[in-house]
């Protein structure tokens, strides 16, 4: 699987859009580009996922540049409760070894 | 039930100490996996399960041991574990093996060997 690069911390304002980079210049045609993200003390939780074209849902939008190497996630409206380490993953939909691998992550704090 | 369920919350044990952590969902998924977590850590991968059968182990010591009996439970049996293998331990399911966007995790097990 590809490997990501993604800036280690950033703060936000609460109210604010938030837009969180990552870099994945050896994606390959077949890889999509998934977040998640990990609040204190609990487990990783899905956000969204993307192969090429901009998704959003009721948690974040996803803008995947045209070339593919690298992608924002965009949390519209922060609160206080996104306060979290922010995954950026590279993979297959679906990987047959079942290999969902995570990177060092963006440590997103939001301030009021 | 979308939840992917973990006991005990916290768990201190002894270096010479055999203890089980506990993994269940009920959401018909048929991959489960183990990652563990160190501080400021991301996950690691550690064991999945595919369809009740072991399917990766990633090089993990034998004092760790998985165990499938059925398709909802997930257990880790421990054994003589050393005090660097404190840390998060996390269980996650989905509905095929590797679907990628589609992971559900607990909220884990935080495990101190002293």
């Known amino acids: 699987d590809a490997k990501t690069t993604q800036p280690p911390s950033m703060d936000c304002a609460e109210g604010r859009a938030a837009n969180l980079p990552c870099n994945h210049s050896?994606?390959?045609?077949?890889?999509?580009v998934y977040w998640y993200r990990q609040i204190h003390s609990q487990g990783p939780q899905y956000i969204i996922h993307?192969?090429?074209n901009n998704e959003t849902n009721e948690m974040a939008s996803l803008i995947i540049t045209e070339d593919r190497k690298s992608s924002t996630l965009i949390l519209p409206h922060a609160t206080l409760r996104d306060t979290a380490v922010y995954y950026c993953?590279?993979?297959?939909?679906?990987?047959?070894?079942?290999?969902?691998?995570f990177g060092a992550g963006t440590q997103v704090v939001v301030t009021p | 039930d979308t939840e992917v369920t973990q006991t005990p919350k916290h768990l201190v044990m002894g270096m010479t100490n055999k203890k089980s952590l506990k993994c269940e969902q009920h959401?018909?998924?048929?991959?489960m996996y183990w990652y563990k977590q160190k501080a400021k850590k991301p996950p690691e991968l550690m064991f999945v399960?595919?369809?009740?059968?072991?399917?990766i182990n990633e090089s993990v010591p034998s004092r760790f041991s998985p165990e499938c009996p059925n398709s909802s439970l997930l257990n880790l049996h421990l054994h003589a574990l050393q005090p660097e293998d404190s840390a998060l331990y996390l269980c996650?399911?989905?509905?095929?093996?590797?679907?990628?966007?589609?992971?559900?995790f607990g909220s884990g097990t935080r495990l101190t060997v002293v």
């Open positions: 996650a399911s989905s509905q095929v093996p590797g679907n990628s966007y589609g992971y559900t």
């Open positions: 959401m018909g998924h048929r991959a």
């Open positions: 399960y595919s369809y009740e059968k072991l399917s």
């Open positions: 993307g192969l090429k």
């Open positions: 993953i590279v993979s297959q939909l679906l990987d047959s070894w079942g290999k969902l691998q």
């Open positions: 050896t994606i390959s045609g077949n890889e999509y």
